[in-house]
């Protein structure tokens, strides 16, 4: 895009009129010096206008292209479609294909319209292992911090769900308990109890069953 440069187009226009000795009067030669840098002027703001409305068009505010912003989120619906994702699980999936600023933006536009919900992974992920599992407490903080979930997610809805958790973490030691009483000794499966993370009280609880 050409810059106009006001010294210049002077330096220019006077050259002319001395090349072709030019027989007018030095305001009328002003004159038609103002018009020509005028237009030249209103040339580049029109070029400008045209560059920033292509640029709005295909270009984020970041700078980047909006097609590969398209692209990228259109990869991680597919990616979450598949199968429940959390943030962490999507950034590290993508981070190699997309900038940082893609990524972002991506992120907090599939947050506001509910596609990607680190609250909601924590309860259905630790429902779906309660329906299937024998853990304990500890081991499904472990499970959901190996997904990328914030501490903080984790402990609120570990506190908003505390009772169901401690029945459910014995209601697991039990079964592990009934499982192997017949051909281990009680102290070893004490042992085992305590590697696995439950609680000292839950143990006491399920081999008195």
Excluded: P, W
């Excluded at 304990?136 to 499970?143: G, N, W």
């Excluded at 958790?165 to 004490?190: F, G, H, M, P």
């Amino acid at each position: 895009m050409r810059e106009v440069n006001i010294h210049n187009l002077s330096q220019e226009i006077n050259r002319s009129k001395r090349n072709k000795d030019m027989c007018i009067s030095d305001d009328e030669f002003n004159k038609s010096n103002m018009h020509y840098i005028q237009d030249e002027v209103k040339e580049q703001k029109s070029s400008n206008v045209a560059f920033n409305r292509y640029k709005a068009k295909f270009f984020n505010e970041n700078g980047y292209a909006l097609e590969k912003y398209d692209e990228a989120k259109t990869k991680m619906l597919k990616y979450i479609f598949y199968k429940k994702r959390t943030e962490n699980e999507i950034r590290t999936k993508f981070k190699k294909d997309y900038s940082q600023d893609i990524i972002d933006d991506a992120i907090t536009e599939l947050k506001k319209l509910g596609y990607i919900n680190d609250t909601n992974y924590v309860e259905r992920f630790v429902r779906e292992y309660m329906a299937l599992k024998s853990l304990s407490r500890k081991e499904l903080r472990y499970k959901l911090m190996s997904k990328g979930i914030k501490n903080n997610d984790i402990d609120l809805y570990f506190s908003e769900n505390s009772e169901e958790l401690n029945e459910y973490e014995l209601q697991s030691a039990i079964k592990i308990v009934n499982r192997k009483k017949n051909s281990t000794e009680d102290i070893e499966i004490k042992q085992f109890l305590l590697k696995k993370g439950y609680t000292s009280d839950n143990i006491k609880l399920a081999m008195s069953y």
